[in-house]
């Protein structure tokens, strides 16, 4: 036999040698961080009698001796980056790696009696588990568009599913996801979209889902609380002008021996013009936040204008009136002056009564187009309705039971 031929049979002794056994020799196994794994050496019910064996760790350059051991008799040597850490078995060469680490990530290799080509590859790789991810959204208001992250701080992410109220995302609304699945965009964001957003991160040894209960909202806190202090501005004005209207009934009706003057008529005028001069800024400050949100226009700063007259005037006159009365006369002087003066309070109050019947309106509209739970603010109105028409018709059914004029009524105030 030549030397070609030889070594072409010992060539095929190899291939033939070889083949098959490389599927059973070959391991894959994927674990998390601080498991311990079980490397075995030999196929299961293979009886081969260890007279040596050396696992080493090959994905590393020069490979790493991990245990050596001289059969029955010896002391397997644990080679030092590995004292600890792992449990050698010599009834059948299995290695425990104890507590792995990403680190440990990698092939290991077990030669039984110096078999090379019989020798078994285990390739490892050691995941952190994902840790629970955190959904942040970047906005709720109803229009805009709405990106929702979901955020893994510990552990490599290898799928990340989106869900909608436990069920996959919905077909007709155009929801996207990053290339990654990281982040997913609502575009235009309406009240379909109220609900439980969750993520499900997941890598081949862990899972985690986040839910998040997204609330979209019709308007903006700004406009909210521009509804909040237009409905509390309504409520003082419509009292007022319940109040306003029960002192002119009085002030007609009362008998002409007494007039309804002196220190009680200045005080309750002191207290209507500071009221109206109070919801004034009240609806200012509520016209203001309707115009950062909705921009600017001609007939809202007309409005703030009068608005800001209104809070003057009336501030004058009850100051005026609450230090030194007889100051007031001096105003009184021209005409002009007097229509001003008469009209400030009555004006504000209808001004007030009309802007906030119009923003509360407009702003509970804009509200619905959200699913937040909404300020409503008709009950208020409804129950300063009810309060000011008391007030009105008291006198009146005060009267019918006792025939006398006004000015018991109002002595009985
Ligand atoms: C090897 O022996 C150890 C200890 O006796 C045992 O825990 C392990 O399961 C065995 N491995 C195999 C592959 O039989
Ligand atoms: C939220 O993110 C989306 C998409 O990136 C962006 O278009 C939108 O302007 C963001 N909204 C806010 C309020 O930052
Ligand atoms: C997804 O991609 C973004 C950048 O596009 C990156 O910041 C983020 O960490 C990635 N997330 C994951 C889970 O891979
Ligand atoms: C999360 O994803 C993993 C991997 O795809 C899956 O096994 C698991 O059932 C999912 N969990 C939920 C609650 O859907
Ligand atoms: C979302 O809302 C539901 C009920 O409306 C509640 O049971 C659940 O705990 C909420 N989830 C979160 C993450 O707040």
């Known amino acids: 036999m030549s030397y070609r031929m030889m070594s072409r049979c010992l060539m095929l002794l190899l291939v ?5 056994k490389t599927a059973e020799a070959q391991e894959h196994r994927i674990v998390g961080t601080g498991s311990s794994v079980l490397l075995t050496a030999l196929p299961t019910h293979d009886q081969t009698v ?7 760790y090959i994905s590393s350059v020069p490979a790493l001796s991990v245990v050596d051991y001289y059969g029955t008799g010896t002391e397997p040597i644990v080679f030092k980056s590995y004292k600890d850490r792992v449990i050698f078995y010599s009834s059948n060469g299995s290695l425990l790696l104890k507590n792995v680490h990403e680190t440990d990530s990698g092939t290991y290799r077990a030669t039984v009696n110096l078999n090379k080509i019989k020798a078994r590859q285990t390739t490892l790789l050691v995941l952190e588990p994902v840790s629970k991810a955190q ?3 970047n906005s709720t208001v109803a229009g805009s568009s709405i990106e929702l992250s979901c955020k893994v701080l510990i552990g490599k992410v290898q799928a990340i599913d989106w869900k909608k109220d436990g069920k996959p995302l919905p077909k007709n609304r155009c929801y996207q996801v990053s290339e990654n699945f990281s982040l997913l965009y609502i575009p235009e964001a309406q009240k379909s979209d109220c609900g439980a957003f969750s993520c499900n991160v997941s890598n081949d040894i862990s899972w985690q889902e986040t839910s998040v209960n997204l609330t979209i909202e019709g ?3 700004s406009l909210k609380l521009a509804l909040e202090i237009s409905t509390v501005a309504l409520v003082i004005a419509t009292t007022l002008a319940a109040g306003s209207g029960l002192g002119f009934i009085i002030l007609c009706c009362q008998s ?5 003057t002196g220190e009680l008529w200045r005080w309750l005028v002191v207290f209507i013009h500071g009221l109206v001069c109070v919801s004034a800024i009240l609806m200012f400050t509520a016209a203001v936040f309707w115009m950062q949100e909705e921009g600017f226009s001609t007939a809202l700063v007309l409005y703030m204008i009068f608005l800001t007259g209104v809070i003057m005037v009336t501030l004058l006159i009850s100051a005026v009136l609450a230090i030194c009365p007889q100051r007031l006369q001096m105003f009184k002087k021209k005409t002009m002056h007097r229509v001003i003066l008469d009209t400030a309070a009555p004006g504000g109050v209808i001004l007030v009564v009309v802007f906030a019947i119009f923003l509360t309106q407009n702003i509970q509209h804009l509200q619905r187009k ?3 739970p909404f300020f409503d603010g008709t009950a208020a109105i409804l129950i300063a309705a009810a309060i000011s028409l008391l007030i009105l018709l008291a006198p009146f059914v005060w009267c019918k039971y006792q025939p006398c004029s006004f000015y018991a009524y109002f002595k009985a105030f």
């Open 256 to 260: 002409e021996k007494r007039k309804l």
């Open 50 to 56: 260890i007279n040596h064996i050396q696992w080493e």
């Open 16 to 20: 033939f040698h070889w083949a098959p």
């Open 219 to 221: 308007i903006r806190p």
């Open 135 to 137: 959904i942040q959204i």
């Open 370 to 372: 959200g699913c937040s």
